[in-house]
């Protein structure tokens, strides 16, 4: 299985910006596996100020942080492939911070508007939504990055959800945005795991036949 049927599909990738800000990090030392660590502290910085603090200053934070560790998730596969600077244990890097990043995100949005239950719920439907890729890989099928709630549109709820609580906890004291955007995610990462497992299926089948 080729490296570029492995890789999310994102157009932002081709944009000058980010060629331009890849092609800068590729003349540093720092490497691709330190980027995808850095999403991770985002993630965490993001995840504290949300659990500590209902203030709008800490939902903004928490925007920012989700868009700064999209960023570093975008350079790290960039700097890695088109930088030619990829390790060994790249895949690791590429894969495992995702999880814990996604998990402090949705977890911590759970407690922030008082239903925990459906922040870890949420968290862990977005790690079977990985799972059930990544297992199409192994199974030697190209990765399926379909939604309707795969990471990047994950984080564009959790985002917009924090952007619109905090004008919603400046004026009404309330978290109906970050509830709603709990709900989307995990009813939506379940429909992501239904039409993902199902399309995984199909393939697997259609390989089977003779003459596949």
Avoid at 95 to 120: H, K, N, Q
Avoid at 140 to 158: C, E, I, N, S, T
Avoid at 160 to 174: I, N, T, W
């Amino acid at each position: 299985m080729s490296e570029a049927a492995n890789r999310r599909p994102l157009k932002s990738r081709s944009s000058g910006w980010a060629r331009m800000l890849a092609s800068g990090l590729v003349r540093t030392s720092v490497t691709p596996d330190e980027i995808s660590v850095a999403s991770v502290v985002f993630a965490a910085l993001g995840a504290a100020a949300l659990t500590f603090s209902g203030a709008p200053w800490a939902l903004l934070v928490c925007a920012l942080c989700i868009q700064l560790r999209l960023l570093c998730n975008l350079l790290d596969g960039m700097v890695a492939v088109e930088g030619g600077r990829g390790s060994p244990v790249g895949g690791l890097y590429n894969e495992l911070p995702d999880r814990i990043a996604d998990s402090a995100f949705i977890v911590a949005a759970g407690y922030a508007a008082g239903l925990a239950w459906l922040g870890w719920c949420g968290a862990l439907i977005a790690i079977a939504t990985a799972y059930i890729r990544a297992l199409g890989g192994a199974l030697g099928l190209a990765q399926d990055f379909r939604g309707p709630m795969a990471k990047p549109h994950r984080m564009a709820v959790l985002t917009a959800a924090c952007v619109l609580g905090a004008a919603e906890a400046y004026l009404r004291h309330s978290q109906y945005a970050l509830r709603a955007a709990l709900w989307v995610i995990a009813l939506g990462g379940l429909l992501t795991c239904v039409t993902r497992t199902r399309a995984l299926a199909r393939a697997l089948t259609a390989r089977a036949r003779p003459g596949a």
